[in-house]
């Protein structure tokens, strides 16, 4: 089982929980891309076989969530999961207000990230320090949204559609949105519609995926994304052999760019990139294994 398969991770699970429940019936190197809390839902892509070493080319996919703002009681981790520390009376809103706020949060800006997040300091994820009361400054991080629509769903619950950068935490906007509202506030629900170019249109429950459901995306289609630059079979032979003078016939690329090299069959048989001004290989893909009856 090679490439990618698109779960609809449920709430009440960990990503950790889906990886286990998918690699103990597939009996195959299994691994997830974005890591969801918990509470939340939505599109969580998981890497099988092969598909485990184009992780580093999905990794740094945009983001597009929906979910709810709950005002008036913020949370120690910002979320429904924590305590609450603080609490502030529910403001009247309106629906140009929502739509003025909105707006301000359109584009780049910094975030400094909250301490019950998995980045470390000297070696520890900052939650351990977190929930053994230790706060310690974080650097703001700079994260891109491109699109952030509020509307109010009832009393004290703002419903919200957001499409990002990686890096975003919506449990930061959340509180955000919550003090520009001139209130607190903390996620109350969160579910991930979009990672990169997978969808949740095109996810499946585990629930369905166990019973028969759902497509396991082979390595091409998991980086459709990618261009794709077709060799002959002399060209592909090279490049499983890591021939770097073959990079130089290829066609030029644009700065940055990440590209994967299609042998004759249509099997990946490379991912390369350009740094800065030629193609390098970024990972050769072994040769396709014959079919076994």
């Given amino acids: 089982m090679d490439g990618l398969l698109i779960v609809d991770k449920p709430q009440g699970m960990t990503s950790a929980d ?48 929906t979910g709810t703002i709950r ?12 305590t609450v520390t603080e609490m502030a009376p529910l403001p009247e809103v309106s629906a140009g207000q929502l739509e003025q706020v909105a707006a301000q949060f359109l584009g780049e800006r910094l975030q400094t990230p909250p301490m019950y997040s998995a980045i470390k300091r000297g070696g ?25 629509e509020l509307c109010l769903q009832a009393a004290g619950a703002i419903g919200f559609s957001v499409a990002c950068s990686k890096g975003t935490y919506i449990r930061v906007l959340a509180q955000e949105v919550a003090g ?16 990169g170019s997978f969808s949740i249109e095109e996810a499946t429950t585990l ?31 090279r490049v499983h052999r890591g021939d770097t003078l073959l990079l ?12 994967k090299l299609l042998g004759p069959g249509g099997d990946v048989v490379a991912v390369v990139a350009m740094a800065p001004r030629s193609w390098r290989f970024a990972r050769v893909f072994g040769e396709p294994r014959p079919a076994t009856l």
């Fill in 18 to 65: 889906v990886v286990r429940v998918v690699k103990r019936r597939l009996h195959c190197k299994t691994g997830h891309l974005g890591t969801l809390d918990p509470f939340a839902s939505g599109v969580l892509p998981l890497c099988l076989g092969e598909g485990t070493k184009v992780a580093q080319f999905l990794n740094t996919a945009d983001k597009a969530y």
């Fill in 207 to 237: 629930e369905a995926w166990e019973h028969g459901a759902g497509t396991i995306l082979g390595v091409r289609e998991s980086l459709r994304d990618l261009r794709e630059i077709q060799l002959d079979a002399l060209a592909a032979a």
């Fill in 248 to 259: 130089t016939a290829l066609p030029p690329g644009q700065p940055n760019e990440i590209a």
């Fill in 180 to 195: 520009m509202l001139q209130s607190v506030g903390h996620l109350e629900v969160l579910r991930r519609t979009r990672f």
């Fill in 124 to 148: 520890m994820p900052l939650y351990k320090l977190a929930r053994q009361g230790i706060e310690v400054e974080r650097a703001p991080r700079r994260v891109r949204i491109d699109r952030l």
């Fill in 71 to 82: 005002l008036g009681r913020g949370t120690d981790t910002g979320d429904l999961t924590g």
